[in-house]
């Protein structure tokens, strides 16, 4: 759909990283954990816990 790519806040349904309740996050990380891999996305969500990963696919 047209609106899966657009913010919320713009009438569009995709809800923007610092915009997630932070228990989603928690949740994420901990399925991560119970997987033996760290959560790579501290450079988009100030409350994350892992480590700074790729910011672009330049980086990766």
Known sequence: GWLADKSVKEGG???????????????????LAAHGAPCRMKAFIPWCTGEVGPTSERDT
């Open 13 to 31: 349904w995709q809800i923007e990283y610092e915009d997630e309740v932070r228990e989603n996050h928690e949740h994420f990380e901990a399925d």
